[in-house]
């Protein structure tokens, strides 16, 4: 079966994110995770540094904007683009920022977009290693957007998350050898849950930790492991209250793998101690 991991790999590379604050949530990006301006001509806040990289736009607080993925090339792009024929939307200046000339822009059932582009500029070493990975987001309608992402852009289903009548409340999904790039639970809103940066060892995590206890920022999750995908995490809030989780030792998975179904509890959400029950 033709999938995006077997035939056009994406990763998640860059988030745009609304503020009513965009100050003050850039400060947070800028001296926390060492990002630097980028400019361009736009009203946004660009950052970026190492393997990750943010914009953010004026607007509602917590309200999450795009998600941004790179394709390893442009021969990649245009197979993709020819695939997804009319889903793609003509992208706005904003999008470019990060990506060359070409990218395109998707919209998914409830309206979340999702950007697809070639990088502009090779990235250079972390200083202190936490790539941008996943994010994940909780939705009504899961399986309305699970067939969109599943069946419509091509994205694998590599776990699932089933309660005790048969009703999938997680899914993680697959964009290249990584175990999750995009995550959906089933919730009472439609709203951001988190993103994830993956780190290179434990030891990076305790460096984390050591480095957001410093600014005062502490863990409101974790640390622990999780179930699905294997990783260490924790998690601490940004200034807007958006959810920031730091990972490593995320599984890779290869393209025959079958999805796995754990059950609904808070040992699979984290097997260490107690899980963040999504309702
Ligand atoms: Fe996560």
């Avoid at 699970?146 to 964009?175: A, H, Q």
């Amino acid at each position: 079966m033709i999938t995006l991991q077997t035939d056009t790999p994406l990763a998640l590379h860059h988030l745009h994110v609304t503020s009513e604050d965009p100050q003050r949530l850039g400060s947070f990006y800028t001296n926390l995770f060492d990002l630097k301006v980028v400019p361009h001509n736009g009203n946004q806040i660009a950052l970026a540094g190492g393997s990750r990289a943010i914009v953010v736009h004026y607007g509602k607080s917590g309200e999450f904007a795009a998600a941004a993925y790179a394709a390893r090339d442009e021969a990649a792009l245009a197979t993709l683009k020819a695939k997804l024929g009319d889903l793609a939307e003509t992208t706005t200046p904003a999008d470019e920022i990060f990506f060359r000339q070409g990218a395109i822009r998707i919209r998914d059932p409830q309206g979340r977009c999702l950007i697809i582009g070639v990088p502009n500029k090779q990235r250079s070493p972390d200083e202190l290693p936490a790539r941008l990975q996943h994010t994940v987001f909780q939705t009504t309608q899961l399986e309305a957007v699970l067939d969109f992402y599943v069946n419509k852009l091509g994205f694998v289903i590599s776990d699932e998350v089933v309660d005790t009548e048969g009703r999938v409340t997680t899914c993680f999904l697959r964009s290249d050898d990584e175990h999750h790039s995009l995550a959906f639970f089933r919730g009472s809103q439609d709203v951001w849950d988190h993103h994830c940066y993956e780190t290179s060892s434990w030891n990076d995590i305790r460096d984390w930790g050591d480095r957001f206890a410093r600014a005062r920022y502490s863990i409101f999750f974790g640390p622990g492991r999780h179930g699905p995908g294997n990783n260490l995490f924790f998690m601490i809030t940004d200034p807007d209250g958006n959810r920031v989780e730091l990972s490593c030792d995320l599984q890779r998975v290869d393209a025959a793998h079958p999805p796995g179904v754990w059950p609904h509890e808070e040992y699979t959400l984290n097997s260490w101690g107690r899980g963040w029950i999504r309702t």
